[in-house]
């Protein structure tokens, strides 16, 4: 079947703009993940829903990025107010059932934020 | 919390040849998961090969395999008549079993496949 999907796959922002960047898991994924990977590093969690319920949200750096899954399916991750330090490649990830099945990723967004 | 370290940037192998990955990690729980991700320069992580905690025998997968030490907190990635088609980034990764985080991951390691 079809894989995780993320979309766009390159995004360059000004800085201070909004952006949302848009992840489609595998159908019937209960649990969604993201992570942010800088350039050289590996990637950092960011956030965790189940259906969509947010039950983690440690990892955002900042309350400048919002994630949702309003149906439980398709999840967008917000970062307000871009600024440099934002530039990554944002990945997404979903399991079948549980946080603790094995998590299959998506191919990534690279933001770039001038 | 819980770290992972890969201890080497860079390997490079001959083709055809065994190359050994590194991985250490710390944490003071008794029952995890531990994976190894491969990311070719298209960026999509892959899972190569996955340990669970509790279970004794090294995880094996076609011409990946594992050497895990529960003691020691080591897991090496072995990659057994290496392909041009391993040349890639990769990740080890740690999650706990009971707690619902993201996983861990360490800083990567670049292999090089030489023909």
């Known amino acids: 079947g079809a894989g995780v999907s993320q979309s766009p796959r390159y995004k360059v922002a000004k800085r201070g703009q909004d952006v949302a960047l848009r992840c489609d898991p595998i159908?019937?994924?209960?649990?969604l993940f993201w992570y942010q990977q800088a350039l050289g590093q590996g990637p950092e969690f960011l956030t965790y829903?189940?259906?969509?319920?947010?039950?983690?949200k440690s990892g955002l750096p900042s309350d400048r990025f919002f994630a949702e899954r309003p149906e439980g399916s398709v999840s967008t991750l917000k970062i307000q107010r871009t600024q440099q330090e934002d530039s990554a490649v944002y990945l997404c990830?979903?399991?079948?059932?549980?946080?603790?099945?094995?998590?299959?990723f998506g191919p990534g967004t690279r933001l770039t934020v001038l | 919390a819980q770290t992972v370290t890969q201890s080497q940037p860079e390997m490079s192998v001959q083709e055809a040849e065994t190359v050994t990955l590194s991985c250490t990690y710390d944490?003071?729980?008794?029952?995890?998961?531990l994976f190894w991700y491969k990311q070719p320069p298209s960026r999509q992580m892959i899972l190569v090969i996955r340990?669970?905690?509790?279970?004794?025998q090294n995880a094996t997968e076609n011409r990946f395999s594992v050497n895990f030490q529960k003691a020691a907190k080591s897991f090496s990635l072995k990659i057994s008549d290496s392909q041009l088609g391993d040349a890639a980034m990769y990740f080890c990764?740690?999650?706990?079993?009971?707690?619902?985080?993201?996983?861990?991951f360490g800083k990567g390691t670049h292999l090089i496949i030489q023909p």
């Open positions: 990830a979903s399991s079948p059932l549980r946080a603790d099945d094995t998590q299959y």
């Open positions: 159908s019937g994924h209960v649990s």
């Open positions: 829903f189940q259906n969509e319920a947010q039950l983690d």
């Open positions: 944490t003071s729980e008794s029952d995890y998961y």
């Open positions: 340990q669970e905690a509790y279970k004794q």
């Open positions: 990764a740690y999650r706990s079993r009971w707690f619902a985080d993201g996983l861990t």
